[in-house]
C-alpha cells in the first residue's frame, strides 16, 4: 500500500523558517516524479515545487529563491526547506506523488498526481 506522511509544520514568524518533510512507503520514489503543493483556506490548491526522478526541480514563481526541495530515493522522503516565510505561506502543505513513471507533470497538473498525503499545516503569524 502506497503511503505520504508529512510532517514538520507548525507556526513560525515572518520571515523565520520550516523544514518539512515528507516520508513515501509502499513504493520507489526513483521511479516517481513527486511534488509539493499548498491549500489555503478558501483557494486552489497550489503546486509550489516538483522534483523529478534524476533530482531536478521547478519551482513555483510564488516560492522560488526561498523554498528548496530535496529528495533523498534511498530514504523515501522527501523535504522542503522553507525559508523567509510570510502570512502569503500560510496554508496546508501536501506532498503527491504522479500517477506515471518516470513523468513528470507540470505543476498546474493537479489531476497527475495520485496519491497524496494528509497535509501538515503551516502558519505564518506576524
Known amino acids: 500500500q502506497i503511503q505520504l506522511v508529512e510532517s514538520g509544520g507548525g507556526t513560525v514568524e515572518v520571515g523565520g523558517s520550516l523544514r518539512l518533510s515528507c516520508a513515501a512507503s509502499?513504493?520507489?520514489?526513483?521511479?516517481?516524479?513527486m511534488a509539493w503543493f499548498r491549500q489555503a483556506p478558501g483557494k486552489e490548491r497550489e503546486g509550489i515545487v516538483t522534483?523529478?526522478?534524476?533530482?531536478?526541480?521547478s519551482y513555483a514563481d510564488s516560492v522560488k529563491g526561498r523554498f528548496t526541495a530535496y529528495k533523498d530515493n534511498a530514504e523515501n522522503t522527501l523535504d522542503l526547506q522553507m525559508n523567509s516565510l510570510s502570512r502569503e505561506d500560510t496554508a496546508m502543505y501536501y506532498c503527491?506523488?504522479?500517477?506515471?513513471?518516470?513523468?513528470?507533470?507540470?505543476?498546474?497538473?493537479?489531476?497527475?498526481?495520485?496519491?497524496w498525503g494528509q497535509g501538515t499545516q503551516v502558519t505564518v503569524s506576524s
Open positions: 503527491a506523488v504522479a500517477n506515471v513513471m518516470y513523468w513528470c507533470p507540470d505543476l498546474r497538473r493537479r489531476d497527475d498526481y495520485t496519491i
Open positions: 509502499g513504493y520507489d520514489t526513483g521511479r516517481y516524479c
Open positions: 522534483i523529478d526522478t534524476d533530482g531536478s526541480t
